[in-house]
């Protein structure tokens, strides 16, 4: 009886589970996910170190950040179950309304469309209140009710060139 109760117990835990991140490496290809979705982001793997992999306490989504030494190159992603926004370009504007008070000071903002993501570049002078110059690409796609948030960026003495980080971004593919 009690092995019963204890299978039962585990059995019901497993089904009710919420979603957890899932990060696979096969083949030159890391794929981000949340468990149980049929699709993934997929980037090429190189030199790609994960710095942190966390999914929400209630199973809606994951957050990913990974590094690349060789670009000097910071890459996160969320991937948010939401009602917020149903379509890349909604998602983007919803990410410009409620986007933290700082990027209020970001410049030569530019929106654009490219590679199935909708996506603004735009720089920063100052990064926690220091003289440093940060370039950014912030990528927004929505997949079967999942916001997908890539946000890229590259820190120096002045700003980064822009078009590295857009090439990176070319190849991200959401299947």
């Known amino acids: 009886m009690k092995r019963i109760s204890m299978a039962l117990i585990t059995a019901v835990f497993f089904l009710f ?3 957890r ?3 696979m490496k096969m083949n030159g290809v890391i794929a981000l996910s949340v468990k149980g979705e049929e699709w993934a982001l997929h980037l ?11 999914a929400k306490p209630d199973g809606t989504g994951v957050y ?3 590094v690349s030494n060789s670009r000097s190159l910071n890459f996160s992603v969320f991937l948010d179950k ?3 926004c149903d379509s890349a ?3 983007r504007d919803h990410f410009w309304d409620t986007s933290h008070p700082e990027y209020k000071t970001a410049q030569d903002i530019e929106h654009t469309a490219r590679n199935g993501f909708a996506v603004s570049t735009f720089r920063f002078d100052r990064i926690m209140n220091m003289p440093a110059a940060q370039t950014n690409v912030s990528a927004h796609a929505y997949r079967e009710g999942y916001w997908i948030d890539v946000n890229l960026s590259q820190v120096g003495g002045k700003p980064p060139p822009l078009a590295p980080i857009l090439q990176f971004l070319d190849t991200l593919k959401v299947r």
């Not at 090429?44 to 966390?54: F, N, R, T, V, Y």
Request: aromatic share 12%; glycine share 0%.
């Open 82 to 84: 939401t009602e917020a």
């Open 44 to 54: 090429p793997a190189e030199d790609w170190s994960l710095a942190k992999e966390q």
């Open 17 to 19: 589970a919420p979603a």
């Open 21 to 23: 991140a899932d990060m």
């Open 89 to 91: 370009e909604s998602c």
């Open 64 to 66: 990913y950040y990974l």
